[in-house]
Structure formats: C-alpha cells, structure tokens
Nanobody, 119 residues
Framework: QVQLVESGGGLVQAGGSLRLSCAAS????????MGWYRQAPGKQRELVAS???????NCADSVKGRFTISRDNAKNTVYLQMNSLKPEDTAVYYC?????????????WGQGTQVTVSS
C-alpha cells in the first residue's frame, strides 16, 4: 500500500533551521508532484512548497527565500529545508503526492510532523 512517512519535525528557536523528510513507498515516485503543506491550529491547511516530476518548484510567498524543497528520486524522498524559522511557521507539516492521468487523480497524504518554533 501507499505510505508517506514524514520525519524531521521538532522544537526549534526562532532563527533556527530544520529539514523535513518524506519517504514514499508504494508509488512510482518519480512521476508524482510532491508537496509540503502545513496546518496551524484554527487555520486551514495551506501549500508551503511543491516540486514537479521535472523538478520545477513553487513556494508560498510567506516562505520564499527561507524554505527550499528538493527531491531524490533514487531514495523516493522529498525534503523541505527550513531556515530562518519564525514562530508563525509553527504548524503540523504534511507531505503530499499527486499524479494525474486523463482518467484519475492519485492523491496521497502523510500523517504529519509537528514543527514548533519558539520566540
């Protein structure tokens, strides 16, 4: 079955860094657009960054210049390097994998990893 397993979350002081990892199994990883989303308490889930199968990336304005998404297709893993963290980055971070065909969309989520940034 499909599994997306996030790791790397934790507690960090403002200005610090964390690297999140998402290891995928059960999918043809290189074909998928991979994304990182986050959800803070009382707020909607929002896209943080995404990377296509071809390596094109997209980041939310709130994290541009601080966060970098990358992927290693040989390891079936996507990463989110988070630098200059702010208290407002505190959220549960979720990994997402999407692959669209002409007849179906394959859409999978990880269980989430908590990131807490203290001021």
């Amino acid at each position: 079955q499909v599994q997306l397993v996030e790791s790397g979350g934790g507690l960090v002081q403002a200005g610090g860094s964390l690297r999140l990892s998402c290891a995928a199994s059960g999918i043809f990883f290189s074909r998928y657009t991979m994304g990182w989303y986050r959800q803070a308490p009382g707020k909607q889930r929002e896209l943080v960054a995404s990377i296509t199968s071809g390596g094109s990336t997209n980041c939310a304005d709130s994290v541009k210049g601080r966060f970098t998404i990358s992927r290693d297709n040989a390891k079936n893993t996507v990463y989110l390097q988070m630098n200059s963290l702010k208290p407002e980055d505190t959220a549960v971070y979720y990994c997402n994998a999407v692959y669209q065909t002409t007849v179906r969309t394959y859409d999978y989520w990880g269980q989430g990893t908590q990131v807490t940034v203290s001021s």
